[in-house]
């Protein structure tokens, strides 16, 4: 047990602290009562307990091949289940009822795309510029995008998407074939387009290319969430003081607009610490990535940082009319204990890799990085 604590990356979980304390502190500052303050704290600690029970399993099981395909074969089998026993929340069809809580398996089933990602990929570094391995982990990522998109959860779609984008990249994709995804990107989006989108879907690309055309329709959301985060200016207008989220004005500002609602009672100061801890906090998954024990380590490791880097920006993105609104919450500080328990198993799982850590200089460590990923 005490070798299991002193594996512990300290630096890495101290950085989500103050994360989920902004979070907190945030939406006990601007709700009549705490029922969001109240539920955020209780999940919170709930998670951290599950972390810290994480970092003393030995996660080398995962590796093991029938353990990818139960996991990604239970996921199908729980996103189908949706179409028959899900619960309805703000149009889509993507949440789990079980009375005492609500339970959204779109958020899991990104750390299951994780995991068989880096399976599939660990085993076939070496013949990684061929094509079919890109084509075949497609279509893993594929069948659960589908499952999820026609919910419809755009928002985690997207992420699926970028998670196995980014972790085609990071397994060393020739560039050849980055130009045809680029290309076979851009067919599938137009068709997307055509035979999938909802019309609320494409009213919110559209409000963003024309952002002042409805403002008090499709572009509301939006619209409010710039005028809060210009409003917080240098130093923000104070802890309570933030008008747009407690006149109500500002949407969802305990989730997919809880960004705005900071900005603008920490102003740009407090936008900035909030960057830098997140920094910390990516900069330190890498890190222990890189120490991993075998390419499956590095590989779930590169793909957590994916994973909370693409949440990072389509939620900032959002929140400052860069992006559509999509509807993903900002990792450990929008309201939502499903994100927030996810994230913590990953980091968890992490946590617990780390026993079998490879000790190598740093030097040795960048230059084994950028002969893995072919990145300069």
Wanted: overall charge positive; some cysteine; charged content about 10%.
């Amino acid at each position: 047990m005490n070798n299991s604590i002193k594996n512990i990356d300290w630096i890495l979980f101290l950085s989500t602290l103050p994360l989920l304390a902004v979070g907190l502190l945030t939406m006990n500052s601007f709700t009549g009562d705490s029922q969001f303050f109240i539920r955020q704290l209780i999940w919170s600690i709930f998670s951290i307990i599950v972390f810290f029970s994480l970092c003393f399993v030995d996660f080398r099981f995962l590796r093991k091949t029938w353990v990818s395909v139960t996991l990604f074969l239970f996921s199908c089998i729980l996103l189908v289940s949706l179409f028959f026993i899900g619960k309805i929340s703000h149009g889509a069809l993507s949440w789990l009822d079980f009375g005492l809580f609500s339970f959204q398996p779109a958020d899991m089933i990104k750390l299951v795309l994780i995991i068989v990602l880096a399976k599939y990929f660990s085993r076939r570094h070496i013949e990684i510029a061929n094509i079919r391995h890109i084509i075949i982990s497609g279509l893993y990522a594929f069948i659960i995008f589908i499952l999820v998109l026609i919910q419809p959860d755009f928002g985690s779609a997207v992420i699926l998407f970028l998670i196995w984008f980014g972790m085609v990249l990071v397994s060393g994709i020739s560039k050849k074939h980055l130009l045809g995804m680029f290309l076979l990107g851009i067919v599938s989006l137009s068709l997307l387009w055509v035979f999938v989108f909802k019309d609320y879907q494409k009213n919110r690309v559209m409000n963003f290319i024309h952002p002042l055309t409805d403002i008090r329709g499709a572009g509301y959301n939006a619209y409010q969430s710039t005028i809060a985060v210009g409003s917080g200016e240098l130093l923000g207008k104070g802890v309570g003081y933030g008008t747009q989220s407690r006149l109500k004005f500002l949407p969802e500002y305990q989730s997919d607009f809880i960004f705005a609602a900071f900005a603008e009672e920490w102003g740009f100061l407090g936008v900035l610490i909030l960057f830098i801890m997140y920094a910390i906090l990516v900069y330190r998954i890498i890190v222990n990535a890189m120490h991993g024990a075998t390419n499956f380590e590095i590989l779930f490791g590169a793909g957590m940082a994916i994973f909370l880097i693409s949440h990072f920006f389509i939620n900032i993105g959002m929140n400052i009319q860069l992006l559509p609104v999509t509807g993903q919450t900002l990792p450990f500080v929008s309201y939502g204990g499903t994100h927030i328990l996810t994230e913590f198993i990953g980091l968890g799982i992490l946590m617990g890799m780390r026993k079998n850590a490879r000790v190598i200089h740093r030097d040795s460590m960048k230059n084994e990085f950028i002969s893995y990923t072919g990145l300069q």
